[in-house]
C-alpha cells in the first residue's frame, strides 16, 4: 500500500476502498464482507474504513453495490453493430463477470431473493438497469414492442439467463461458454416472438 | 370439529392435519407455518399436533413439503391429447395454485432462495419431479431431446415460469390468464428449438 503516494481527494480514496472490498465479492458471500476481512485483506486500518464508511451494514451495502454497478457498467453493450450480436457481447460479459464473481454473485441473489430488504433493493435495481437498456439499446430492432407484457417477458428471461449461468457455471461441462452466450441470446427474440403472436395484427 | 366422529387410523389422521396445515400455505408465510397457529386456526389442540409431528421444525417441513407434494400432484397433465394442450392444462393449475396460495408459495420461493436448507431441499425436489415429467410425458413429442444441455434449457424454463407468474401475479392486468399460460407454454419449444439449433444435423 506505499508504492505510490499520490494525494488522492476524498472522494477518490473512497472509490479505491470501494474497488477494494469490490475485489472480495468475487472469492467472498456477501455475509462475509465485512471492514474487519478488508482491513486484514487489504491492509487498511479499520479506522480509515470507519472513516470513510461509518457503520459494518453501511460498508457491505456500499461495496455489493459499487460492485453491481461495475457489473452493469462492464456489460454495457457496444455503441454500433448489429443489435443480436451486440446483445451477444453483453451477455458474454456477464457470463464471465458471474464466473469470477461467482461466490459474491451467488450468494448476492440468494440474500436478494431471501428477505434481505436492503439487497433486494440493490438487486432489483440492477435488474431494472439490465431490463431497461435492452429497451434502450433496442438490441432486437423492431421485434421489441415496449410494453407492459413484452417487459414481463424480459423479466422471465433475465430469470432464466440468471438461473442458466448460475446452474451452467457450478458445471460447464454441458456446454461451451458460447453455446450458452448463443442459446441465451437465442432465447430472447424467441420469447418475445411467443408474446407477440398474442397481438393482432 | 365434532360433526363427524368416524374413527381413522393414525395414519389418516396424520393426513387430515396435513390438509388442515397445507391450508394456512394459502395466506401464511413459511415462517407463520406453526403448531401454535394450526392450533388456533383449526381447533385443534397442540398436545394432538406434538404428538404426530414432535417438534416444531418437523412440523413446519411436513406440512409445506404436504403442501408442495399436492402442487406436483394437482399439477399432473392429463394422460392423453395433444403434447401442448397436456402442457397448457399443466401450467395452467400451476397459475391457479400460485394465485391460490400466494403468500405461502412466494415465502416458500424466497426461503429456498435465501439459504434455508431444508427449505431449499424440499423446493428441488419439487423442481425436479416437475423438470423429469416433462421429459416423462414427453410433452412435445419429438422436439425434446433428454440431453444434458436441453436440461439446462428446461431448468432455465422453470426459472422464467416461476419469475413471470410470481410477477403476473402482482399485477394480473398486464395480460389475461391465458395469455400468461400460453406464453409460458409457447416459450418451452421456443426454447428447446433454440438449443437445438446448436445441434449437428
Known sequence: MSTSRVRLS???????????????????????ISIDVLAEEAGVSRGLLYHYFGGKQDFREAVIRHA?????EQTAPPATGD?????????????????????GYRSLVRAAAGGSEDL???????????????????SLGDHLHDDAATRLVIRGWSALVEEMVLTWAADPSVMSREALVDT??????????????DRPG
Chains 1, 2 share one sequence.
Open 10 to 32: 476524498p472522494e477518490e480514496r473512497r472509490l479505491q476502498l470501494l474497488d477494494l472490498g469490490a475485489r472480495l465479492f468475487a472469492t467472498r458471500s456477501v455475509e462475509e
Open 83 to 103: 443489435p443480436l450480436e451486440r446483445l451477444a457481447t453483453s451477455v458474454g460479459v456477464y457470463v464471465d463477470y458471474v464466473i469470477a464473481n461467482l461466490t
Open 184 to 197: 441465451l441470446v437465442g432465447a430472447l427474440p424467441a420469447l418475445t416472438g411467443v408474446v407477440s403472436g
Open 68 to 72: 453491481v454497478e461495475d457489473l452493469v
Open 120 to 138: 433486494r433493493a440493490i438487486y432489483e435495481e440492477a435488474r431494472s438497469a439490465l431490463t431497461d437498456r435492452i429497451f434502450r439499446e433496442d
